[in-house]
């Protein structure tokens, strides 16, 4: 399939190494973000959300971060797999309008 | 259960030419989404439909894009005629509710020459 973006910031890890992948956001009003992930040649895919009276949501081997004084949002995968290759998307959400930040690319090496 | 469902996946056309994209979205889900991807970014919303009306189309350029849901149902987005610029993934996602977790399509790649 095609490659989602070619000059995406890219995250390079070990396999079974711990992955950060970081992001900013824009609005101080958004009360709803997600993380995407995203696969050559595929749709954008719901990895993980929190709303914004929250700081920290946990799922299956992902955990979410977020820091609304500095309007920043992380996402952490424990024991990075080489299926977790993709690029991964940040989502805020105000006034029921989903606003997508700039990608980063995770490459996973054996 | 199927996922969403588009076609074409890959579209190639000439400028000037029209172009239309088909989606089908999950079963249930009342709110669809029309999303465009440029290489290297974010998807950008398009234009959203609850049932068959359309609520937030201000992205949606519409000198030459029109869109519909006539049904409620599937969906159609269409461009006439396309420009060189136009060349990008156009990426159909539904949901259940509004914002709620939207399940998106493998998109149409579409390359205008």
């Known amino acids: 399939g095609e490659s989602v973006g070619l000059h995406l910031p890219t995250l390079s890890v070990q396999e079974g190494d711990n992955s950060i992948i970081n992001c900013a956001y824009s609005?101080?009003?958004?009360?709803?973000f997600i993380w995407y992930k995203q696969e050559s040649g595929k749709g954008p895919q719901f990895i993980i959300d929190i709303r914004s009276n929250m700081d920290k949501r946990q799922g299956q081997r992902v955990t979410v971060l977020l820091n609304k004084t500095v309007k920043h949002l992380s996402l952490q995968i424990a024991a990075t797999q080489p299926g977790d290759s993709a690029v991964y998307f940040c989502a805020e959400n105000a006034g029921n309008m989903l606003t997508f930040g700039g990608g980063t690319r995770l490459m996973v090496k054996p | 259960e199927a996922g969403v469902v588009q076609s074409p996946r890959y579209k190639i056309i000439e400028k000037k030419q029209p172009v239309a994209f088909w989606c089908n979205p999950i079963s249930g889900h009342n709110t669809l989404y029309w999303y465009r991807q440029n290489l290297g970014q974010g998807p950008e919303l398009l234009i959203r439909y609850e049932n068959e009306e359309a609520v937030d189309d201000s992205q949606l350029p519409k000198d030459r894009f029109s869109a519909e849901r006539l049904k409620g149902v599937d969906s159609t987005l269409k461009i006439q005629p396309a420009e060189l610029g136009d060349s990008a993934v156009y990426l159909c996602?539904?949901?259940?509710?509004?914002?709620?977790?939207?399940?998106f399509g493998p998109g149409t790649r579409l390359t205008v020459l």
């Open positions: 996602a539904s949901s259940l509710k509004t914002i709620y977790e939207q399940f």
């Open positions: 609005n101080s009003a958004s009360d709803y």
